[in-house]
């Protein structure tokens, strides 16, 4: 395979690694819509940021990405403890608040409606190397956390969430995104090996990448589908007990 899938294929696994363990924290916690919103808003910020501010490289990205995506996880931490019965409809508002905010900066901002797909569905084919080391870092980081337990704690959990999320954002674009923390850890809590769910979901990322280049398609949207029907796969399978449900840090 020529050199041009090396950074994608090592973004698209890395974002693997990163996501799963937050992806089976947001299922046991049933705050499935927390990664639209706090994604969203990473993508609001760096919109307005770039439209306000006029700055435009990765690192001001990442910058704006992670300090959006903080605001509203704190604040889904908040409503989640003080109205916990409206906890998904709260949520859900929040996300479509995000997302107004992203489209007001995409039409006030002369580059607005690139920067916003781009944002929303990536081509990661176009990954730039800076992003792909802040994944490869974050997945390091997630799985030290991990190992610590320490994602059992809400306050812990959502922080490191709104950073991870940011982080994977501006490289991988929202759906993928989601694609990535709610797809493995569908299959995971059904009962299969965390490890073999990460391997399998990052297999199928790379089928998707590939047949994105044979078709000429938007590599984004294409490794999207492949992970959902990955994900729906999960609901044939058998439930059972396993060491991956049991595991708070999972």
Known sequence: MESWFVF?????CAGILALTPMGTQVLRRGVVFIDLAVAQAAAAAVIWGNYKLQFDS??????????GAMVVSLGVAWVTRKWGAQREALIG???????????????QHPHGREKLFHLLA???????????GILILAA?????????????????????????ASVAVPALG????????????????????SWAAMGTASLFCLIGLLLSWLADTPSGPTVVITLAV????AMFRRQTEGPDLKDPSS
């Open 174 to 193: 929202l759906f993928l995104v989601f694609a990535s923390l709610i797809a493995p850890a569908l299959w995971i809590q059904r009962g299969f090996n």
């Open 140 to 164: 390091l980081a997630v799985h030290i956390i991990r190992l610590k337990h320490w994602l059992a704690n809400d306050a812990f959990f959502y922080s490191v969430f709104a950073v991870i």
């Open 93 to 107: 508002l929040m996300y479509v608040a995000s997302a107004c905010m992203a489209l007001l900066g995409a039409s």
């Open 58 to 67: 990765p690192l001001m990205d990442q910058i704006a990405a992670t300090l």
């Open 230 to 233: 990955f994900g729906v796969c």
């Open 122 to 132: 990536a081509d990661v084919l176009w990954v730039d190397p800076f992003s792909v």
């Open 8 to 12: 994608p294929a090592l973004a698209l």
